[in-house]
């Protein structure tokens, strides 16, 4: 029987962490278990950072951005020895089950440990990259849409007025999903992803002078990830190229990460945090929760590790029509 469940968020924080935390704890104490919460992260699951949340703790935090239990990422975890300790750490605190908000670097480090030490563990997904397998939605990823969408929309006012060619990075690491999302609700006429490669800088070239004929500003939504290069490099091609010194980049950076949590990020937040309590109560195999088709959903955590999320190919086909014309 769990008494007490352990809570950590781990690797880049994102927009509705706090909201899930807050389900967390609420709704496991309605089933008479308590709830600690562990801060930076695997960090300080090995230095022992322990923190008792209640249903009162955690008030007046849904509507805020990052995570109140800090976050971190921990080489050490990787090595068994650390993961030892871990392990012993939560023995002494007296908790039974862990709860892991991150993306598939913490799913890997929470997975392993399930295996070596026989612990129950959901992970929710929760990363702006929404790059996890087995669910439709991670936290904070749209959130970090609208972000993207408001800045690029200021930026299209410059663009316009100046007749600039704009290349726009965003974050995703090696994952187009968030590059893909954002250049559709942007109109951005051409979108730079890591899983569809462009032959090389000339190729880009001709897509842009293309467009180009057509429209004197263009947005360029560039993932963070792409293969041709750093995006300052590329711009600086582009400009010797066209001999055109109005093409201009703007890396949003951490940006992304920030910021109040949007409507359905407090909602499916909420609901992810619910629903873990209720699974991990049943002591059985280590879960991922999700969200597919507007559904809750397990799958098997290391399944969700070892399988890649493919991008939506036909939104971005889509979105590459409609927005050149």
Do not use: W
Not at 189 to 211: A, C, G, S, T
């Amino acid at each position: 029987m769990i008494k007490r469940i352990g809570i950590l968020t781990s690797g880049g924080d994102a927009p509705g962490m706090n909201a899930c935390i807050r389900s967390v704890v609420r709704a496991a104490y309605k089933k008479n278990i308590y709830v600690t919460g562990i801060e930076y992260g695997f960090k300080g699951l090995l230095n022992s950072n322990f923190i008792n949340l209640s249903p009162e703790s955690v008030g007046n935090m849904l509507h805020k951005g990052g995570t109140i239990l800090k976050t971190n990422r921990c080489e050490e975890f990787k090595q068994k020895k650390y993961r030892k300790i871990a392990y012993n750490n939560l023995i002494k605190e007296n908790i039974d089950g862990l709860i892991v908000l991150g993306g598939d670097g913490s799913f890997k480090g929470a997975s392993i440990l399930s295996k070596e030490f026989k612990i129950p563990v959901i992970g929710i997904p929760s990363t702006i990259d929404n790059d996890i397998y087995g669910s439709d939605y991670s936290i904070g990823f749209n959130t970090a849409v609208q972000t993207i969408m408001d800045s690029v929309d200021k930026i299209r006012d410059t663009a316009s007025s100046h007749e600039t060619i704009f290349f726009i990075e965003v974050m995703g690491r090696n994952s187009g999903h968030l590059a893909i999302h954002a250049g559709n609700v942007t109109g951005a006429e051409l979108i730079m992803i890591p899983e569809i490669k462009i032959k090389n800088l000339d190729f880009l070239v001709n897509k842009i002078r293309k467009i180009n004929i057509k429209k004197k500003s263009i947005i360029i939504i560039y993932a963070e990830g792409c293969n041709l290069g750093p995006i300052d490099k590329i711009t600086e091609y582009v400009q010797k190229r066209m001999k055109n010194s109005n093409v201009r980049f703007s890396i949003l950076g951490h940006i992304q990460r920030g910021g109040s949590p949007c409507e359905k990020d407090r909602i499916n937040s909420s609901l992810l945090g619910y629903y873990s309590v209720n699974e991990i109560i049943k002591k059985g195999k280590s879960k991922m929760i999700g969200i597919i088709n507007g559904k809750v959903t397990f799958l098997d955590l290391e399944k969700s590790i070892k399988t890649k999320k493919e991008i939506n190919k036909n939104l971005f086909k889509i979105t590459e029509i409609i927005n050149n014309y």
